[in-house]
């Protein structure tokens, strides 16, 4: 962490060099001078000046107004000397002060000072934080989901006003942002990639080549430390897994996987997206996707091709449409502007039950929802949002799913690191029928609301749940007794156990009948003061003997030995 103050210094010695040197050449002549011109003392004899008297007189009048003739009354030729060098002197300093006030206001150097401020300030984080590479939208969520848990992050991104937009947001801590591209290894290692309290990477820019820069970084700086890395496109995904094992996310993969979902399990999905929102999300509705019959897809490019195929993998029959096909991929089935209402009535709209507007152009998907609605208005029709500022447009034409991929992208990794159980839950929900899934919706929106709680995780072992040691060595701990208020057991904790890990074991939505046993981990949503009950119940003996069984028992240590002796 000392290259930034150093290159700042070598930065402003190059900027100050010529100067500086000028004004020493300016002080050696005058002093030189000053030795050679002939003096008196005050006896009237021959005086030479030395060189520290020359020195220091040229030192105090040169760089003030001076102080008298010293040791003795100048002659004439000494004064002449010393009036040509203070006007010499006085543009030497002109000159150096302006040099200085012109390097002051240089981009460069201000830019290296920045830098090595912020260098700083990540050197003296005491906590874990996140590096997050590219703070676009999808960095932006992620930096307000994760500033809500209470995590540390930093940011890298080329854009300056988004950096420097840092000090404006209501962030609860103080972020440090660089402005620098992710490619430089360098300010990747300034930003603290190699610190050993940086717990994990975000390649979240717009720029493949960039993103798996990071990757490599992370590679080969600090192995072994979790990459998140964002790419639509499979070769990259393919060099970046050849660096370790980076999370690889991909928007356009991950809508086709939710879409299939949604055909097959609307709970499911229900349930999912609204667990991936994070806290304080509202509840999204159910909606019921047509399960058969054939969809159209307009724009066959990497994300229409992607959700083709997912499309037919469930058994539907697709029709895509694309004005400029790509000649080494499949052709689709018919070419032409999907806009232009005639290309549109050859893809039969009236006879489909779905359509996807799937351009990289918002302007274009909105035309075909309007011209697909007008068509058929019992369509189901989904959109690509391509820009974030068109999403007041895409609100008002109300289709029915939508992929943001920076938003896709941030529920994803969101999902992947604010809790890595909650991860397993989303995997392990999938794969269950949609019965399951809307009970268990039924069971959060009746104990926490239809707005997203607290997720919270924990280890019942002894550092993070003493009180409740004695009874789980003694297998006596049900899953329900434990969600019961410690100070009212007959009143349930408005909080839901989404997971119990055991063994590498998950249980999801455990019931509670299930006897929990020492080291499970729990994931649980929650409002806060369940967590708080629930904290008290796992931390004093006294509260956990009370909720799992209806007995009060004093809490303090002397009372408990009292009681017992009486």
């Given at each position: 962490?000392?290259?930034?103050?150093?290159?700042?210094?070598?930065?402003?010695?190059?900027?100050?060099?010529?100067?500086?040197?000028?004004?020493?050449?300016?002080?050696?002549?005058?002093?030189?001078?000053?030795?050679?011109?002939?003096?008196?003392?005050?006896?009237?004899?021959?005086?030479?000046?030395?060189?520290?008297?020359?020195?220091?007189?040229?030192?105090?009048?040169?760089?003030?107004?001076?102080?008298?003739?010293?040791?003795?009354?100048?002659?004439?030729?000494?004064?002449?000397?010393?009036?040509?060098?203070?006007?010499?002197?006085?543009?030497?300093?002109?000159?150096?002060?302006?040099?200085?006030?012109?390097?002051?206001?240089?981009?460069?150097?201000?830019?290296?000072?920045?830098?090595?401020?912020?260098?700083?300030?990540?050197?003296?984080?005491?906590?874990?934080?996140?590096?997050?590479?590219?703070?676009?939208?999808?960095?932006?969520?992620?930096?307000?989901?994760?500033?809500?848990?209470?995590?540390?992050?930093?940011?890298?991104?080329?854009?300056?006003?988004?950096?420097?937009?840092?000090?404006?947001?209501?962030?609860?801590?103080?972020?440090?942002?660089?402005?620098?591209?992710?490619?430089?290894?360098?300010?990747?290692?300034?930003?603290?990639?190699?610190?050993?309290?940086?717990?994990?990477?975000?390649?979240?820019?717009?720029?493949?080549?960039?993103?798996?820069?990071?990757?490599?970084?992370?590679?080969?700086?600090?192995?072994?430390?979790?990459?998140?890395?964002?790419?639509?496109?499979?070769?990259?995904?393919?060099?970046?897994?050849?660096?370790?094992?980076?999370?690889?996310?991909?928007?356009?993969?991950?809508?086709?996987?939710?879409?299939?979902?949604?055909?097959?399990?609307?709970a499911t999905y229900q349930l999912m997206t609204w667990l991936e929102s994070g806290p304080g999300a509202e509840l999204p509705p159910r909606g019921a996707p047509p399960r058969q019959g054939r969809w159209v897809v307009c724009g066959y490019g990497r994300f229409g091709r992607r959700l083709t195929e997912d499309l037919s993998a469930?058994?539907?029959?697709?029709?895509?449409?694309?004005?400029?096909?790509?000649?080494?991929?499949?052709?689709?089935?018919?070419?032409?502007?999907?806009?232009?209402?005639?290309?549109?009535?050859?893809?039969?709209?009236?006879?489909?039950?779905?359509?996807?507007?799937?351009?990289?152009?918002?302007?274009?998907?909105?035309?075909?929802?309007?011209?697909?609605?007008?068509?058929?208005?019992?369509?189901?029709?989904?959109?690509?949002?391509?820009?974030?500022?068109?999403?007041?447009?895409?609100?008002?034409?109300?289709?029915?799913?939508?992929?943001?991929?920076?938003?896709?992208?941030?529920?994803?990794?969101?999902?992947?690191?604010?809790?890595?159980?909650?991860?397993?839950?989303?995997?392990?929900?999938?794969?269950?029928?949609?019965?399951?899934?809307?009970?268990?919706?039924?069971?959060?929106?009746?104990?926490?609301?239809?707005?997203?709680?607290?997720?919270?995780?924990?280890?019942?072992?002894?550092?993070?749940?003493?009180?409740?040691?004695?009874?789980?060595?003694?297998?006596?701990?049900?899953?329900?007794?434990?969600?019961?208020?410690?100070?009212?057991?007959?009143?349930?904790?408005?909080?839901?156990?989404?997971?119990?890990?055991?063994?590498?074991?998950?249980?999801?939505?455990?019931?509670?009948?299930?006897?929990?046993?020492?080291?499970?981990?729990?994931?649980?949503?929650?409002?806060?003061?369940?967590?708080?009950?629930?904290?008290?119940?796992?931390?004093?003996?006294?509260?956990?003997?009370?909720?799992?069984?209806?007995?009060?028992?004093?809490?303090?240590?002397?009372?408990?030995?009292?009681?017992?002796?009486?």
């Amino acid at each position: 962490m000392s290259a930034p103050p150093s290159a700042t210094f070598f930065l402003a010695m190059r900027r100050m060099r010529v100067p500086l040197i000028t004004l020493v050449v300016i002080f050696a002549i005058a002093v030189l001078g000053l030795t050679l011109i002939p003096g008196q003392d005050d006896q009237g004899r021959p005086y030479q000046l030395g060189f520290l008297d020359a020195f220091y007189f040229m030192s105090y009048t040169a760089s003030t107004i001076g102080f008298g003739e010293l040791p003795y009354p100048f002659t004439y030729g000494q004064r002449l000397w010393v009036t040509a060098m203070i006007f010499l002197t006085v543009i030497g300093w002109a000159y150096a002060i302006g040099s200085l006030l012109a390097l002051l206001r240089d981009r460069t150097f201000r830019a290296a000072i920045a830098r090595a401020h912020v260098s700083r300030k990540v050197a003296r984080l005491r906590e874990p934080f996140l590096l997050i590479a590219g703070y676009g939208r999808t960095g932006e969520l992620l930096g307000r989901s994760f500033d809500a848990l209470g995590r540390r992050f930093v940011v890298l991104d080329i854009d300056r006003d988004r950096i420097e937009g840092l000090d404006l947001a209501p962030f609860r801590a103080d972020v440090p942002g660089f402005v620098a591209d992710a490619r430089d290894a360098v300010a990747l290692t300034l930003a603290g990639i190699d610190n050993p309290r940086c717990t994990g990477v975000l390649a979240l820019t717009n720029d493949d080549e960039a993103n798996l820069t990071v990757v490599m970084a992370a590679a080969l700086l600090r192995p072994g430390l979790p990459v998140v890395a964002r790419t639509a496109a499979p070769l990259i995904a393919e060099r970046m897994r050849a660096f370790g094992e980076p999370t690889v996310v991909n928007a356009f993969a991950a809508f086709g996987r939710h879409l299939c979902i949604a055909l097959r399990a609307p709970a499911t999905y229900q349930l999912m997206t609204w667990l991936e929102s994070g806290p304080g999300a509202e509840l999204p509705p159910r909606g019921a996707p047509p399960r058969q019959g054939r969809w159209v897809v307009c724009g066959y490019g990497r994300f229409g091709r992607r959700l083709t195929e997912d499309l037919s993998a469930e058994g539907l029959e697709v029709t895509t449409v694309e004005p400029s096909p790509d000649p080494d991929e499949d052709a689709p089935a018919i070419v032409g502007d999907g806009s232009d209402p005639r290309v549109l009535a050859r893809a039969d709209l009236p006879g489909a039950v779905g359509l996807v507007a799937a351009t990289d152009n918002d302007a274009a998907n909105l035309s075909l929802v309007a011209a697909a609605r007008r068509a058929n208005p019992d369509l189901f029709v989904a959109a690509r949002q391509n820009r974030a500022d068109g999403a007041p447009l895409f609100a008002a034409m109300g289709v029915d799913a939508l992929l943001v991929p920076t938003e896709m992208v941030a529920h994803e990794v969101y999902a992947q690191l604010s809790t890595p159980l909650l991860y397993r839950f989303l995997g392990v929900a999938a794969e269950h029928d949609d019965a399951w899934a809307a009970e268990l919706v039924d069971r959060l929106t009746d104990l926490c609301g239809r707005r997203l709680q607290s997720i919270w995780k924990f280890r019942l072992d002894g550092e993070r749940a003493p009180g409740l040691r004695a009874p789980l060595a003694a297998g006596g701990v049900l899953l329900g007794d434990l969600l019961r208020d410690p100070d009212a057991r007959e009143r349930p904790l408005r909080a839901v156990v989404l997971l119990v890990l055991r063994d590498g074991e998950a249980i999801p939505a455990p019931g509670a009948d299930l006897v929990l046993r020492p080291d499970d981990e729990l994931l649980v949503v929650g409002r806060a003061a369940a967590r708080r009950s629930l904290d008290a119940t796992l931390l004093d003996e006294a509260a956990a003997t009370y909720a799992l069984t209806g007995n009060r028992v004093p809490s303090g240590w002397l009372w408990r030995r009292l009681s017992r002796t009486g």
